[in-house]
């Protein structure tokens, strides 16, 4: 931890706000590495993921707590390192139909986005699919 917390205060930190997932997650990591106590002082909040990842490609920040797919999505950035899953909730993107659902292309859309070419895509821009 001593080295992680080097690297984290060598300059402001930029994370989402926890107001939105990213920032309940990236600081969930860094309470479970016990470096948060360390860290906290050097973090810039920023109102949300992308907010935060442009921080660092204008260089306002030398590092991001961001999710590896928006990090993958820019030329201007690199993936320093990845949090353990096991240092944060898990990260989902749940799917439902609503039952009270009119539109008749409802229920083909939710089975496009669970489909083996969906999932495809997916995987194509970072994601894990189940």
Known sequence: P???VRVLTAGPL???DTAVPAGKYGQASLEKLGVWAQVSPKVVRAE?????LALVERGAAPLAIVYATDAKASAKVRIAGVFPEA????ITYPIARLKT??????EGFRRFLVSPAC???????GFSAR
């Open 2 to 4: 001593a080295a992680l």
């Open 14 to 16: 930029a994370m989402a």
């Open 48 to 52: 949300n993921v992308r907010a935060t």
């Open 87 to 90: 240092t944060h909730p898990a």
């Open 101 to 106: 659902s009119t539109n008749p292309e409802a």
């Open 119 to 125: 999932k495809a895509i997916f995987v194509r821009y």
